[in-house]
C-alpha cells in the first residue's frame, strides 16, 4: 500500500454498548487499525488508555482527530454512557464533527444489496427480549422501516410475520442466541429465513457508516444534545472483575 497523505481526514470511532468494545481509526476512509477489548466492568479505567495508545501508534494526538464516531446503543447503560460521553467532550472540545450511529444500523451495515428481503438486526437486552427493527436495503446501507424497540421473541415472530416479503435475514448475536426458538416458530410460516453470523456491533462499522455520512455532507449531531439510545432501562448488577484483550487488527 502506498503511503497515505497525512493531510487526509482522521476518523476515530467508539464502541462500547456491549460487553466487548472497540476503537477505531480511519485515515479518510482507509482503515487504519481497530483495537477490541472485554472490559469486565472496567472500561473506564482502560478506555482513554488504550485510545491514547492507538493514536500514540501512529504519531497522532487527539488534535489530529478530524470526526468523531461513537455508538449509542442499544446496548449496556453504563458502557454506551460512557462511549458517548468520552465522544462528546472530545468533540466539544476540539470543535470536531460528532456522529452518534446506533447499534442495529452499525450491524446492518455490512448487508448491502438485499433485494425484496428484510433484515433484522437483533441484539439480546433481558432474558427472552431482544432489540430489533425491520431493515430494508438503501443506498448505501440497509435502513429501518421503524424505530428500534424492544420485543419478547413472541412479538419478534410476530413483526416478521407482519412482512410483506417472504425472505427475511436475521443478524446479531440475539437471532443467534435464540435461533432454535425463532426457526421452529416461523417454520409453519411462509417466511424463508436465513440466519447469519452472530456478531455485536463493531467500532469499524461505526466508523463506516460515520464516513458515509459526512462525505455525504451530513454535520453530524449537537455534542452537546447527543444522547445514548436508552430503551430499556438499565439492569442492577453486581461489578465484575478482570480485563481482558480480544484482539487487535493493524
Not at 40 to 62: N, Y
Not at 67 to 81: D, E, K, L
Not at 196 to 219: C, E, F, Y
Request: glycine content about 6%; aromatic content about 8%.
Amino acid at each position: 500500500m502506498p503511503p497515505l497523505n497525512e493531510n487526509l481526514p482522521v476518523l476515530l470511532a467508539l464502541e462500547t454498548s456491549g460487553d466487548v468494545c472497540g476503537l477505531a481509526l480511519f485515515r479518510d476512509s482507509v482503515l487504519l487499525a481497530e483495537y477490541n477489548f472485554r472490559h469486565s466492568m472496567h472500561l473506564s479505567e482502560h478506555l482513554l488508555d488504550i485510545l491514547d495508545a492507538l493514536l500514540k501508534q501512529f504519531g497522532l494526538t487527539l488534535k489530529d482527530v478530524s470526526v468523531y464516531a461513537v455508538g449509542i446503543g442499544p446496548g449496556s447503560f453504563t458502557g454506551t454512557r460512557m462511549g458517548v460521553m468520552t465522544a462528546k467532550m472530545f468533540a466539544y472540545l476540539e470543535n470536531k464533527p460528532l456522529y452518534g450511529i446506533d447499534s442495529l444500523t452499525a450491524l446492518a451495515s455490512e448487508f448491502s444489496g438485499l433485494v425484496e428481503q428484510v433484515l433484522f438486526p437483533i441484539l439480546s437486552c433481558r432474558s427472552e427480549t431482544v432489540y430489533t427493527a425491520p431493515f430494508r436495503d438503501a443506498d448505501p446501507f440497509p435502513k429501518p422501516a421503524q424505530i428500534t424497540a424492544t420485543y419478547t421473541l413472541e412479538q419478534v415472530v410476530e413483526l416478521i410475520q407482519q412482512q410483506s416479503e417472504s425472505r427475511i435475514v436475521l443478524c446479531g448475536e440475539g437471532a443467534t442466541r435464540h435461533k432454535a426458538y425463532l426457526s421452529e416458530a416461523l417454520a409453519a410460516t411462509d417466511k424463508r429465513v436465513s440466519f447469519m453470523a452472530s456478531a455485536l456491533p463493531k467500532a469499524v462499522q461505526i466508523g463506516v457508516v460515520a464516513l458515509s455520512r459526512w462525505h455525504n455532507g451530513d454535520t453530524g449531531e449537537d455534542a452537546l444534545e447527543l444522547v445514548p439510545e436508552y430503551i430499556a432501562p438499565p439492569p442492577i448488577s453486581q461489578p465484575k472483575k478482570g480485563f481482558s484483550l480480544v484482539n487487535t487488527t493493524v
